[in-house]
């Protein structure tokens, strides 16, 4: 029997617990690797205090608190004391993965985000003569690489991969065009609850549209606020609730409470996952008018879930819903057009159930495990597994 290939896998972030928000998906991929019989190895930063209990079965290490509770990616790069700490930071990153590096026969290296994940992955590949691969999750090439420096690194790390991977069609699309490398899609995705339909639904006196996210203007929460506003009496009989946290709540919170409103906007925070399904499962319509994400995490919950959705027409968005009959795209910004289709949805709204059931298969952490495998594995220095090793047929 050969011993289990280790792959290292540094992430910009890591929940702590259950209830933790911090790139949730991170842990279905990390059990669906270990399901096809791979010992997984888990680098990423400490913010904040350190958890009570670490997950069972995940090798985690943390490379120290130079970020206090804020993330890197939420760092003021024009205030000049940012650098020192960047500075800090790289240099406990590299230390961290060079001790894992040293204490784990490593076989492939797995960089969740060009930046700074990435970075740290090329230089450790380059140390210890192991292959690194990137998966692009959205902020990295839509943030980073737009940026002059980090850009530029952005490319590098990307240029040097053995392979690339993307969480959206699109994305994947502007990975290739940005490194000159081929990027396959590979999805993420949280798996909320094992079934949805246990959990119980939060039916209240009106119906209600949902809106789960992080409270930004960039996810589109003030349009949405704007359009149901526009719809005035045709929407009468519905309330609108928001699921999150963010740096806009609480001039969201304040614009709410406006008389015009009349109560009928809730803003819900800290809500549990299983409470959140039945909001799913109870919502007349999942409103997704982000303006910047390819394929956001509330998308696939809100599939899971069985509940229709209203999306602007970003990223792969527009292509999912359309594809799969699952609810309504408008066009980014245009707030008529977002208010006209939340009417529609209140007369009517329902998922394709074949759709649901394609698109979910699509979006499957074990279809991404299986992906990364083929086209990862013979990469490997010690290439100790064959494909029918972990779970493939020959």
């Not at 960089?111 to 450790?124: E, H, I, K, M, N």
């Not at 015009?260 to 499962?281: D, H, K, N, Q």
């Not at 298969?361 to 972990?390: M, W, Y």
């Amino acid at each position: 029997m050969p011993e289990k290939m280790n792959i290292l896998l540094i992430t910009n972030r890591y929940p702590k617990d259950a209830s933790d928000p911090a790139a949730p998906f991170v842990p279905d991929f990390v059990r669906a690797l270990e399901a096809l019989g791979l010992c997984v190895i888990v680098s990423t930063p400490l913010y904040g205090p350190p958890p009570e209990e670490e997950e069972c079965g995940v090798h985690r290490f943390r490379l120290g608190s130079t970020g206090g509770g804020t993330p890197i990616g939420s760092w003021n790069m024009l205030a000049p004391r940012t650098w020192w700490r960047i500075h800090r930071f790289v240099r406990e990153g590299k230390k961290g993965v060079d001790d894992l590096m040293q204490r784990f026969a490593i076989d492939h290296i797995l960089a969740l985000w060009a930046l700074p994940s990435g970075w740290f992955a090329r230089c450790a590949a380059r140390k210890w003569g192991v292959p690194y691969s990137v998966w692009c999750l959205g902020s990295d090439i839509n943030n980073w690489a737009r940026q002059p420096l980090f850009g530029w690194l952005t490319k590098e790390v990307l240029r040097d991969a053995e392979e690339v991977f993307a969480d959206g069609f699109a994305l994947a699309k502007a990975a290739g065009q940005l490194s000159g490398r081929r990027c396959r899609f590979l999805a993420s995705f949280r798996r909320l609850v094992d079934d949805p339909r246990s959990c119980p639904e939060n039916r209240g006196d009106r119906q209600y549209f949902l809106y789960a996210g992080r409270i930004h203007r960039d996810k589109g929460v003030f349009d949405l606020l704007a359009a149901f506003d526009q719809a005035g009496s045709e929407l009468d009989g519905f309330e609108l609730v928001f699921v999150g946290e963010g740096p806009e709540l609480p001039k969201l919170t304040s614009m709410a409470a406006a008389p015009e409103f009349s109560g009928r906007v809730r803003i819900l925070v800290g809500v549990p996952t299983a409470t959140l399904a039945g909001y799913y499962r109870s919502a007349r319509a999942t409103v997704i008018p982000s303006y910047a994400d390819s394929l956001p995490l509330v998308f696939s919950e809100a599939v899971q879930c069985g509940s229709p959705v209203v999306v602007y027409d970003t990223g792969d968005l527009g292509h999912f819903v359309r594809r799969f009959k699952l609810g309504r795209v408008v066009a980014p910004g245009d707030v008529g057009s977002l208010s006209r289709a939340l009417v529609d949805a209140a007369h009517g709204s329902a998922v394709n159930p074949a759709g649901r059931k394609a698109a979910l298969k699509l979006l499957d952490p074990a279809r991404a495990a299986r992906i990364f495998c083929r086209a990862t594995l013979q990469v490997g220095k010690r290439r100790i597994f064959s494909l029918s090793e972990v779970g493939f047929a020959p």
